[in-house]
Nanobody, 119 residues
């Protein structure tokens, strides 16, 4: 089992910045990748960014150049630094961990943190 807990959401004006953090616990040795997803009202949950074991990263086109995902292996955390925020970035942001446990892949989700970009 893996548990992930997000923190750092809030209200920010357009053009502002926020940093989200996610802490993983439990069977962390089984985690193969972690990432951030978001879900806006009336829309499907979508991938924002993820980072794999090797450190490789992937970003949604809509956030490239504005968001940066990073990982601290010693603390078992990932962060999402968001700059130049836009109203369309408003959503609940979820941390996700993918774990390989005895040959089966499991996906774990945090409870979500609200990010609101508004003047």
């Amino acid at each position: 089992q893996v548990q992930v807990v997000e923190s750092g959401g809030g209200l920010v004006q357009p053009g502002g910045s926020l940093r989200l953090s996610c802490a993983a616990s439990g069977s962390i040795f089984s985690i193969t990748s972690m990432g951030w997803y978001r879900q806006a009202p009336g829309k499907q949950r979508e991938l924002v960014a993820d980072i794999i074991d090797s450190g490789g990263t992937h970003y949604a086109d809509s956030v490239k150049g504005r968001f940066t995902i990073s990982r601290d292996n010693a603390k078992n955390t990932i962060d999402l630094q968001m700059i130049s925020l836009r109203p369309e970035d408003t959503a609940v942001y979820y941390c996700n961990a993918v774990a390989d446990i005895r040959g089966s892949r499991f996906r774990y989700w945090g409870q979500g943190t609200q990010v609101t970009v508004s003047s």
